[in-house]
C-alpha cells in the first residue's frame, strides 16, 4: 500500500525557514512533488524533482527561495523552504508519480499525502 506521510509544518514568522519532509512507502516513484493550496484558492504547483535528483522544476513564485530535494534511500523528499512569505501560508501536499512526465501538473500524480499546515505570520 502506498503512503506519503508529510511532516514539517508549523507556524514561522516572515523571513523564517522550515523543512517539510515527505517519507514515501509502497514503493519508488519517478518523480516527486509539492503542491500547497491556500484557503479559497486552487491548488498550485510549488516544486518537483526526478528520480535521479537531476532536475528539479519550482514555481516562479518560490524560485530562489526553496529547494527541493530527495533522498531514494530513505524514499524521502524535502522541501526547504527559507525566507518565508505571509503569501506562503497554505497547506502543503506531497505528490509522486511513477510517470516522469509533467512535473508541474497536479492531475499527473497519482498519489497525494494528506497535508502539512504552514503558517508565515507579518
Known amino acids: 500500500q502506498v503512503q506519503l506521510v508529510e511532516s514539517g509544518g508549523g507556524l514561522v514568522q516572515a523571513g523564517g525557514s522550515l523543512r517539510l519532509s515527505c517519507a514515501a512507502s509502497?514503493?519508488?516513484?519517478?518523480?516527486m512533488g509539492w503542491f500547497r493550496q491556500a484557503p479559497g484558492k486552487e491548488r498550485e504547483f510549488v516544486a518537483a524533482i526526478t528520480w535521479s535528483g537531476g532536475l528539479t522544476y519550482y514555481s516562479d513564485s518560490v524560485k530562489g527561495r526553496f529547494i527541493i530535494s530527495r533522498d531514494n534511500v530513505k524514499n524521502t523528499v524535502y522541501l526547504q523552504m527559507n525566507s518565508l512569505r505571509p503569501e506562503d501560508t497554505a497547506v502543503y501536499y506531497c505528490a509522486a508519480s511513477p510517470n516522469s512526465w509533467l512535473y508541474t501538473q497536479a492531475t499527473a500524480y497519482n498519489f497525494w499525502g494528506q497535508g502539512t499546515q504552514v503558517t508565515v505570520s507579518s
Open positions: 509502497g514503493r519508488t516513484f519517478s518523480k
